[in-house]
């Protein structure tokens, strides 16, 4: 047997025994509960808020993610269906009843409602989606649920170790890109924390505490260290209940500050991932049996699944790299944004004037955006190149359909963090006629006065 050979051979064994050895669930059934509740809640309160209305009963159509946009509402009100039959699923993850069914169809659902529109978009409305995928191959119904209460077979106390990874590496990746995405000058100055405290000045008590110049340096280096930071003190168990702690707060200040809905208090809930087994399952499920085996299952499937992860986080880990790779500045350009972590990072207003001009006859029309779009429409459509151009291809379409080729100009002039409105678009350049390259610059963006970050 070569040296090689036995090489490969001792690395295989080790990494089966790293991923494939068997550990208590009692961190991964807890979760379950919590984001089963979180879910339940997201959906029947986006319906309570008024949310489902405004982003997708009250626009005659969304903008979805450029390819999906076959991916329209349900008329009338059909989304508010929608959003309680995603409930009801949310419920039935909670209770693991019918899980891994559940679990798929929220899935599906979410993923749908997140390329639906944009209008509204939030980076956790992603984490959530890719939540709900990763949690769809874990075996998180085993224990505290009706599934394993009716069928014995399922029925364990214990689970694989990479069940637990896959969570704690996609927490890493997040808060870690997070943490670099704040390195820019408008951070690293506290300008960008006071812009958004700026807007809390009418906060009841602490309205006023938040315009201090003080918090806001403390905002900007406190959110710098506590990314970069959080997953290494709860991995550490010296300093895992400090770093609970701190997480605790910062996460509850996000939430009575930005009022961010279920994404805080799913934050916290990550830590279970972190604590001992033997503290959770004592302190939460003192019925439940501890794991303490320590068996070593290899699955029939592991070389699909070592695949199948190893993809995944492999574009995990570049797609928040590729706005370094097209020119401009991503905070200028809006290229490379989504999908990348960049999480209030900046305050963008903007002006469009927008035109057609019937290519036969020269006629130009002005388009009144202010009463076509919904508000959030309009006020994201100035900054966002792409809803820019996805708006031209509907105008084009639309003036084919009754017969005239048109041409669809955009005067654009947008203010990043408050600095003076500088001209954002090419007005010469005809958007219905250009092509949109997901991963290239688009040239009838003019150039930015600001550094690249």
């Known amino acids: 047997m070569t040296k090689l050979l036995q090489e490969t051979i001792f690395k295989n064994i080790m990494l089966n025994k790293y991923l494939f050895k068997q ?61 309680a039959l995603m409930g009801i699923f949310g419920f039935l993850v909670m209770i693991g009843y019918t899980y891994r069914f559940s679990i798929i169809c929220y899935t599906i659902m979410w993923t749908g409602v997140y390329l639906m529109q944009k209008s509204a978009y939030n980076n956790h409305y992603y984490l959530l989606a890719l939540l709900l995928f990763l949690m769809s191959f874990l075996p998180a119904h085993r224990w505290l649920s009706v599934d394993a209460l009716t069928n014995s077979k399922i029925k364990s106390s214990s689970m694989s170790r990479w069940c637990a990874l896959v969570i704690i590496l996609q927490i890493w990746i997040v808060y870690t890109y997070a943490s670099i995405a704040k390195l820019y000058p408008d951070w690293l100055d506290a300008s960008m924390a006071k812009i958004l405290m700026s807007s809390k000045a009418d906060y009841w ?15 900007a280096y406190t959110g710098i260290l ?6 290494p003190l709860l991995l550490w168990k010296h300093t895992r209940m400090f770093g609970f702690i701190i997480s605790i707060f910062f996460h509850l200040f996000n939430s009575i500050v930005f009022q961010i809905g279920i994404f805080p208090y799913m934050s916290i809930a990550f830590a279970l991932f972190f604590f001992t087994p033997k503290i959770l399952q004592h302190r939460f499920l003192p019925k439940k049996e ?39 500045t991503v905070l200028w350009t809006e290229e490379g944004h989504r999908l990348s972590w960049r999480m ?26 202010y009463n076509l779009l919904s508000k959030k429409q309009y006020q994201s459509l100035p900054t966002h190149p792409d809803f820019m151009w996805q708006y031209a291809q509907r105008l084009k379409k639309q003036y084919a359909a009754i017969g005239k080729d048109v041409a669809v100009y955009f005067d654009v002039k947008v203010s990043v963090n408050r600095r003076p409105l500088q001209q954002f678009t090419n007005p010469n350049v005809d958007l219905a006629a250009e092509k949109w390259h997901p991963f290239k610059h688009h040239n009838w963006i003019l150039p930015s006065n600001f550094a690249k970050e």
């Open 290 to 328: 501890f794991y303490t085996k320590g068996e070593f299952l290899v699955p029939t499937y592991k070389k699909p699944l070592l695949i199948l992860f190893s993809m995944y986080f492999l574009v995990q880990i570049a797609l928040p790299l590729r706005h370094w790779a097209i020119e401009d």
């Open 205 to 219: 008590i602490i309205g006023g505490f938040l315009q201090q110049d003080w918090v806001h340096w403390s905002i």
């Open 226 to 231: 506590f990314d970069l930071l959080i997953v």
């Open 23 to 83: 550990i208590d669930n009692s961190g991964l059934i807890l979760f379950r509960v919590v984001f089963g509740l979180l879910i339940t809640l997201e959906a029947f309160g986006a319906i309570a808020t008024g949310w489902v209305h405004d982003v997708f009963i009250e626009p005659e159509f969304t903008f979805s993610f450029i390819g999906f946009e076959w991916l329209q509402p349900l008329p009338g009100n059909g989304m508010y269906f929608y959003f």
């Open 344 to 369: 209030m990072l900046r305050s963008k207003s903007g002006s469009a004037r927008v035109h057609v001009v019937d290519k036969k006859t020269c006629e130009t029309t002005r388009i009144d955006i």
